[in-house]
Nanobody, 126 residues
Framework: VQLQASGGGLVQPGGSLTLTCAAS????????IGWFRQAPGKEPEGVSC????????FYADSVKGRFTISRDNAKNTVSLQMNNLKPNDTATYYC????????????????????WGQGTLVTVSS
């Protein structure tokens, strides 16, 4: 199983980026998928989680109203649309497969996930 996050880059404050998580050896719509980020010198932060049927979606308070998670089952990908980006959104972003089909009460905690992908760096700066 391999997960790969892509789509990062340098963007000005207020700008937008879309990150994509692609999987091989895994049918993503069988699992909850989460996005995390880690800024230099900081602990990993759970950003968002989506359940198998899109029935439950969670966001960290810091990104609510700005980020949108979605699935494309035909492409076996999960995307994170990020709008109105702020400098403190700067981090390496990772996607991960949940250990279950649902985003549980602790969806924002790393132990709830397996099969972490390589991250993609997002830098928000003028």
């Amino acid at each position: 199983v391999q997960l790969q996050a892509s789509g990062g880059g340098l963007v000005q404050p207020g700008g937008s980026l879309t990150l994509t998580c692609a999987a091989s050896g895994l049918t993503m719509d069988h699992y909850a998928i989460g996005w995390f980020r880690q800024a230099p010198g900081k602990e990993p932060e759970g950003v968002s989680c989506i359940t198998i049927d899109d029935g439950m979606i969670f966001y960290a308070d810091s990104v609510k109203g700005r980020f949108t998670i979605s699935r494309d089952n035909a492409k076996n990908t999960v995307s994170l649309q990020m709008n109105n980006l702020k400098p403190n959104d700067t981090a390496t972003y990772y996607c991960a497969r949940g250990i279950s089909r649902l985003c549980g009460d602790r969806w924002f905690q790393a132990p709830e996930y397996a099969d972490w992908g390589q991250g993609t760096l997002v830098t928000v700066s003028s």
